[in-house]
T-cell receptor, first 111, second 113 residues
Framework: GQQLNQSPQSMFIQEGEDVSMNCTSS?????WLWYKQDPGEGPVLLIA?????ELTSNGRLTAQFGITRKDSFLNISASIPSDVGIYFC???????????FGSGTKLNVKP | NAGVTQTPKFQVLKTGQSMTLQCAQD?????MSWYRQDPGMGLRLIHY???????DQGEVPNGYNVSRSTTEDFPLRLLSAAPSQTSVYFC????????????FGPGTRLTVT
């Protein structure tokens, strides 16, 4: 299957700090998506990116579709305790039928 | 709207037993899919369906069967459970296969001993 390398695996930050995480692939992706998963629940879509170079924001979250189409970045500004969770990158290659997920970045925010 | 519902929430099986994980959605979504989530790994696609009567394999289909007789339901069957199938299973749906926003169910935690 497709390998999506997501880093870092986990982060411990102080409330108010900015956070960056990224995802790289060995294949060219035609979409990139970022999800958040809270404990005991399914993932929830945060941001979807459709073309290379695209920069999209959703509140304090900003994500970018890398120019090479093999990577994507997610930034969270001014973190708050409710940002705690696991963040997954995901993407599609040929069509929107098959999604591939990264292994996740576990974010911990200290009040 | 209940969204995507999954039953049961927890299940313990013995090796060789069979069972069906249920998934239903009330949003009239055409696209439905099943994933498994293992520790330290992302979600991996097992099977998906782009509409009633149409199913296809995902990344890790072996050991699992699906069918889609109605738009609402997409059950996942384990014919002969193995310890390697211990995982958390998520069902998801979206409007159709051009819609990237998938809605996930709450998951089923399955343990095979």
């Amino acid at each position: 299957g497709q390998q999506l390398n997501q880093s870092p695996q986990s982060m411990f930050i102080q409330e108010g700090e900015d956070v960056s995480m990224n995802c790289t692939s060995s294949s060219i992706f035609n979409t990139w998506l970022w999800y958040k998963q809270d404990p005991g629940e399914g993932p929830v879509l945060l941001i979807a990116l459709y073309k290379a170079g695209e920069l999209t924001s959703n509140g304090r979250l900003t994500a970018q579709f890398g120019i090479t189409r093999k990577d994507s970045f997610l930034n969270i500004s001014a973190s708050i305790p409710s940002d705690v969770g696991i963040y997954f990158c995901a993407g599609t290659i040929y069509n929107f039928n098959k999604f591939y997920f990264g292994s996740g970045t576990k974010l911990n925010v200290k009040p | 709207n209940a969204g995507v519902t999954q039953t049961p929430k927890f299940q313990v099986l013995k090796t060789g037993q069979s069972m069906t994980l249920q998934c239903a959605q009330d949003m009239n979504h055409e696209y439905m899919s099943w994933y498994r989530q293992d520790p330290g790994m992302g979600l991996r696609l097992i099977h998906y369906s782009v509409g009633a009567g149409i199913t296809d394999q995902g990344e890790v289909p072996n050991g699992y069967n699906v069918s889609r007789s109605t738009t609402e339901d997409f059950p996942l069957r384990l014919l002969s459970a193995a310890p390697s199938q211990t995982s958390v299973y998520f069902c998801a749906s979206s409007y159709d296969d051009s819609d990237l926003e998938q809605y996930f169910g709450p998951g089923t935690r399955l343990t095979v001993t």
